[in-house]
């Protein structure tokens, strides 16, 4: 039982990990709001089931198509919407939320729900650690979940275009001032953040039927990591991942599956009483905080 | 280069009647007087001259209205809301448990869930208020899903079968002319409290809020009361609708409640409540209409809320209102 929790409390935390990590990058690290991101992410699922089943191509260029289109449908979002509003924090939030509304509601209307709509795994078969099963898909999910993780933090500190995007949520005047195009970075910062969601959909969504629900839950987890987290700490992302992960894998043990979504409401509130700038944010600690 | 502008001027009769000089022709009196008369003459006569169905359309219209001004007071107060299901769902569920499992009368379980439940969203809500920027918006967005899921979960106050055989009002008329005087009174008072000095600081807490505790004044409670009042007013909403239902259950928390009354407000024109109230008037009845179209109705008011908020973010009212008091022409300028 101990085995069990441990092991897919931690391909749990891997997943919350994974599916924040896009989140984390638009909005933790650059500021940019994108509450359009549970939309992108479903995007991304029934956009590589389509062009695998209607256009029949084979799935690993497919999924890359449907990641390539989800980064496009983000800069699309960026330049069309969000750059008309940007700097006003209450259009931001409610355009970006619009736009995750109008994807997400199409796709239910157009009736994309039932078990027909599953992606492939990557690899059939599982592999057995101690007492329990494994399966392929599991490990290929925490392989490249932690290649991401490691693969993000090096990206945001070592190369120039993560130090932009650093630099833009510090302080944007300073960042024009040393030859940032503020406009561009963000754009591309929400293209990226759109893609890291579609990469964690093809991962993730082979666990089971890909449905519309699915995009409002990845939302809130991803918010619920990023605010555990802390803004701009990509350390901090992968923490508070662990920390929800392995307390819903808890109370999924104990109490139930419906409670596991409880868990990052309670983990959020809990958090802003007791350290509002999260876990390990230092990023404008006393700006949000009055 | 000579380019053209467009310069706006107070028209004549606008200049005149800001003055007490309004007084010395109809004329500007009817200027002065239509727009605040005009709602609430057609609110009052229209329950008596609508078939039943547009009848239940009007309720449900007044109903959003509310929830858009509830929106609509606590942007003025820096805080959006994007869950305004949560003072709807509460609200419902206060009053559904008060006449099912209390067996209080109709007229004693709304105030009563009115009051209680403000009381509970501005409790559920106080951890974000120490803070600025989205994250009020995050809890809000998370908080009605999250209540779903546990009614859901714990099965407590019927779980997904929800609460049925709620008292429904005594007569069709009164029902409609509760809630139209309901809409009316919310919306003048709200006008009326956003001027007043109280008013002015809630407005200041969104422009500067270091401003305003330098000046001794505990904005957490101003804040949390701000919440209170735009929760009643989202409860009572709640606590009508299921005496109209009969019924509450689990859709009280659904997203309609909270995208319907945002639209609305955009739509309309944030910070004035006439123009949620115009805006729930244009909406409402026009999904109304299109009712066909089902499940794309959710859709359709993301698509006008994106929409107002990149190309008209003043929204219709403003618009009107400029169209009503000023007038424009092109003139040359250098450049």
């Known amino acids: 039982m101990l085995e069990v929790a441990l092991i897919y409390g931690f391909i749990n935390s891997v997943i919350l990990a994974l599916t924040a990590l896009g989140f984390s990058l638009t909005f933790g690290i650059s500021g940019v709001s994108n509450f359009a991101y549970g939309a992108m992410y479903i995007f991304a699922g029934y956009a590589s089931w389509l062009l695998l089943n209607k256009l029949a191509i084979p799935f690993f260029l497919a999924a890359s198509i449907a990641v390539f289109l989800t980064a496009l449908l983000g800069a699309a979002m960026y330049r069309f919407v969000l750059l008309r509003v940007r700097g006003l924090v209450i259009s931001e939030v409610i355009a970006t939320f619009g736009v995750g509304l109008i994807i997400l509601e199409l796709f239910r209307y157009l009736g994309f729900s039932g078990f027909e709509y599953t992606l492939p795994v990557f690899s059939d078969g599982s592999l057995l650690i101690g007492n329990t099963y494994v399966d392929y898909q599991r490990i290929w999910i925490v392989g490249v979940g932690l290649f991401l993780a490691v693969g993000l933090y090096l990206f945001i500190h070592h190369t120039k275009l993560g130090l932009a995007f650093r630099g833009i949520a510090q302080d944007e005047h300073t960042a024009l001032s040393l030859g940032i195009n503020s406009d561009r970075i963000a754009g591309i910062s929400v293209a990226f953040g759109s893609g890291l969601a579609a990469v964690a959909a093809i991962l993730i969504l082979p666990r089971g039927t890909i449905s519309v629900n699915d995009g409002y839950d990845v939302l809130i987890n991803a918010m619920a990591v990023c605010i555990i987290g802390g803004l701009g700490s990509s350390v901090g992302v992968v923490l508070a991942s662990f920390l929800i992960g392995y307390a819903q894998i808890t109370t999924d043990i104990l109490s139930g599956p419906h409670w596991k979504m409880i868990i990052s409401l309670i983990a959020i509130l809990l958090i802003l009483v007791v350290k509002p700038s999260g876990l390990l944010g230092k990023q404008k600690e006393l700006e949000e905080r009055i | ?335």
């Open chain 2, 1 to 335: 280069m000579k380019q053209r502008r467009k310069e706006r001027i107070d028209r004549g009769i606008k200049a005149r009647s800001d003055d007490v000089f309004s007084l010395n022709s109809f004329r500007e009196m009817l200027y002065v007087a239509v727009p605040p008369i005009a709602p609430v003459l057609l609110l009052i006569i229209l329950p008596l001259v609508l078939p039943s169905y547009w009848q239940k359309v009007l309720i449900s219209t007044c109903i959003f209205a509310l929830l858009a001004m509830s929106w609509d007071f606590l942007v003025c107060v820096g805080m959006v809301s994007l869950g305004q299901a949560l003072f709807f769902g509460v609200g419902a569920y206060v009053a559904g448990i008060l006449n099912k499992l209390v067996g209080l009368p109709i007229w004693v379980d709304i105030p009563i869930a009115t009051v209680l439940g403000g009381a509970i969203c501005a409790v559920l809500l106080t951890p974000v208020l120490r803070l600025r920027g989205v994250y009020f918006s995050m809890v809000t967005l998370v908080l009605p899903l999250m209540l779903e899921r546990i009614v859901e979960a714990s099965g407590m106050f019927g779980g997904t079968e929800g609460i049925s055989g709620i008292k429904p009002f005594p007569n069709p008329l009164v029902e409609s002319y509760v809630i139209v005087f309901i809409t009316l009174f919310a919306l003048f008072a709200f006008r009326r409290l956003v001027t007043t000095d109280y008013g002015l600081v809630l407005k200041a807490i969104k422009d500067n809020d270091r401003a305003v505790m330098s000046v001794g004044i505990n904005i957490y409670w101003m804040k949390a009361q701000a919440l209170f009042i735009a929760g009643c007013v989202g409860a009572f909403c709640g606590a009508f609708m299921t005496h109209v239902y009969g019924f509450v259950g689990m859709p009280s928390f659904a997203l309609d409640f909270s995208i319907l009354p945002l639209s609305a407000a955009v739509v309309g024109g944030m910070g004035t409540f006439a123009g949620s109230f115009v805006g729930a008037f244009i909406l409402v009845p026009f999904s109304e209409a299109l009712r066909g179209i089902g499940g794309l109705r959710i859709v359709l008011y993301s698509f006008f809320l994106v929409l107002f908020i990149v190309a008209l973010p003043e929204g219709i009212f403003h618009y009107i209102q400029r169209k009503y008091q000023q007038f424009e022409r092109w003139v040359e300028v250098d450049k």
